[in-house]
């Protein structure tokens, strides 16, 4: 039978999500280690989560310094030995922290795993943090977000971000230049003997592996406790306090406006979020949303302009994020007033609808195409769903099932104006 290319395919959407599950092993230290075997490179990735984020730290920069100068001394090697080490057997190691998390992750080539994880064990376990490598890092560090701050994207973010959590809150701080100048390698050191051990840990093995992988995994970081963290508790803070309103941050001669409009939200295990993931997509979570053909393709104010349904341990947040010319501020804030309006008040055409099914279901899919993409989604799971892998399926029944009406109903619910933050930063006041 010969194939009619003049005649588009029939499109059907996935009917069930039955993605991968991660072998799980509490190992002998009493640390959980997941194990995906997915892929057929000789590549492997072994990510470490810590219950250790910002919201965690006693001064600002703590998190983020321990976690960043792990790899720049340990108490037998130099930051030029292990730097060395690493590329030598073509491994590649990062670290970081946001507010809830900080995060290990040696990417490495299968075969040389024992030599990754020698060095790996000791840069997660006897960092030193040297007093010439905090200097070089304070230092570049300053001038980095010198730089940010200079930038009214920057400004924008941290006001939004101050005014929807509370300036003092763990979700609503953020650190200055000065901070660098406060935060000394015994913070490091403290953060580190606190927070950063075994009991505090959760391990993600990904890729193509084998036994022989696991047991080495459990032999360097699962036979004995290391470190002195206790168990985090993370119910130990408060959702913070949500200050609707209008709030500029001047940047004198800025030739763009930063527009940030949104506000706090629920964390990810809330029934609600799996519908909100659709308002967001139709409204500024994709290319062909509403918020682009509008302020992007109409009107020509913006590069582009995207929506976001964040998620955080305890709450969550939605963002609609935006750069414009400083005469459109104006215009672009008022469209944006519009296009929540009409998510309001008028029901979405199914047309549209079924576009942003195909498009939320086709992503779904392309986000666990490869181990490591697996791997980041069951780690999401761990963070935010205490790994109910449920969760992307009710995701998928969301999509199927939601309606126009319910559409509406959410986002008189969830955006209505009086609950939401505006935020510019740019040379001239909006409001």
């Known amino acids: 039978m010969q194939l009619n290319r003049t005649i588009a395919p029939t499109i059907h959407l996935a009917e069930n999500f039955d993605i991968p599950r991660a072998k799980e092993f509490i190992m002998n230290n009493g640390t959980k280690l997941l194990v995906i075997n997915n892929g057929d490179v000789d590549v492997c990735r072994l990510d470490i989560i810590f219950e250790a984020g910002s919201k965690y730290q006693q001064k600002k920069l703590q998190a983020m310094g321990s976690m960043s100068l792990m790899t720049e001394g340990t108490k037998k090697f130099t930051s030029k030995q292990i730097s060395e080490h690493f ?30 994880l020698s060095m790996l064990e000791e840069v997660v376990m006897q960092p030193s943090y040297p007093d010439n490598e905090l200097k070089v890092w304070s230092r570049k560090g300053k001038q980095t977000l010198r730089i940010e701050m200079d930038k009214t994207s920057t400004l924008a973010r941290m006001e939004f971000f101050k005014q929807i959590f509370g300036e003092n809150h763990p979700y609503g701080m953020f650190a200055v230049p000065n901070d660098y100048d406060l935060v ?15 009991t505090n840990a959760t391990i993600f093995l990904s890729g193509k592996i084998s036994n022989n992988e696991t047991d080495l995994v459990k032999n360097y970081f699962g036979e004995k406790v290391w470190g002195n963290a206790s168990k985090n508790i993370h119910s130990e803070i408060d959702k913070g306090t949500l200050n609707p309103g209008q709030f500029f941050v001047e940047k004198p001669n800025a030739v763009q406006s930063a527009v940030h409009v949104g506000r706090q939200l629920f ?14 997509t139709i409204l500024g979570g994709y290319f062909g949303s509403r918020l682009m053909k509008n302020i992007r393709e109409d009107k020509g104010y913006t590069y582009g302009i995207n929506s976001y349904v964040g998620s955080l341990y305890h709450s969550g947040f ?24 009409r998510l309001r008040e008028e029901p979405v055409t199914e047309e549209e609808l079924e576009h942003v099914r195909r498009y939320i279901i086709g992503d779904m899919l392309r986000s666990f195409n490869g181990p490591f993409a697996i791997a980041d989604n069951i780690l999401s799971l761990h963070n935010f769903n205490n790994m109910d892998y449920s969760f992307y399926q009710r995701v998928i029944d969301a999509v199927k099932n939601i ?12 955006l209505n104006p009086e609950s939401l933050v505006e935020c510019v930063s740019g040379s001239k006041n909006p409001f």
């Open 318 to 341: 939605f963002i609609i994020f935006t750069e414009v010319g400083a005469k459109h501020t104006q215009n672009t804030l008022k469209e944006i007033r519009i296009e929540l309006q």
């Open 87 to 116: 590329d030598f057997w073509g491994s590649f190691v990062n670290t970081g922290a946001n507010k809830d998390f900080a995060r290990v992750t040696a990417t490495s080539l299968t075969k040389y795993l024992p030599q990754t």
């Open 184 to 198: 000394t390698n015994d913070d490091f050191k403290a953060f580190h003997a606190s927070q950063l051990g075994s």
């Open 403 to 414: 309606n126009p009406q319910r559409i509406m109903e959410l986002s008189r619910k969830w």
């Open 267 to 280: 964390p990810r295990n809330h029934p609600d979020y799996p519908e909100m993931m659709i308002v967001n």
